[in-house]
């Protein structure tokens, strides 16, 4: 099992982001799916899941409206489109085969989102 991330970037507050996962060694459209970060000095924290096949989304408040997760099962990758981004949001996203509930089973090597002006 492997989850490759990519699309992180520096950007200006109001920005947009398109972060991506390629998923190797099973078949994502099977498995929740979700995004995690983690902010400097603060621990983990969930952003975003998917569940099997993308049936169902679900958000933390605080990127409601603004962040969109979505797949494409062709590809085998997981998205996170984030846009009206703020500095609040900076921080290492992870991309994670799993959720919190059911436990995280396998994790990304993360990609970095700073939200600067």
């Known amino acids: 099992v492997q989850l490759v991330e990519s699309g992180g970037g520096m950007v200006q507050p109001g920005g947009s982001l398109r972060l991506s996962c390629a998923a190797s060694?099973?078949?994502?459209?099977?498995?929740?799916m979700s995004w995690v970060r983690q902010a400097p000095g603060k621990g983990p924290e969930w952003v975003s899941s998917?569940?099997?096949?993308?049936?169902?989304?679900y958000y933390i408040d605080s990127v409601k409206g603004r962040f969109t997760i979505s797949r494409d099962n062709a590809k085998n990758t997981l998205y996170l489109q984030m846009d009206s981004l703020k500095p609040e949001d900076t921080a290492l996203y992870y991309c994670?085969?799993?959720?919190?509930?059911?436990?995280?089973?396998?994790w990304g090597q993360g990609t970095q989102v700073t939200v600067s002006s």
């Open positions: 994670v085969r799993g959720t919190a509930a059911a436990g995280y089973e396998n």
């Open positions: 060694g099973f078949t994502s459209s099977s498995y929740d």
């Open positions: 998917s569940t099997p096949g993308g049936a169902r989304t």
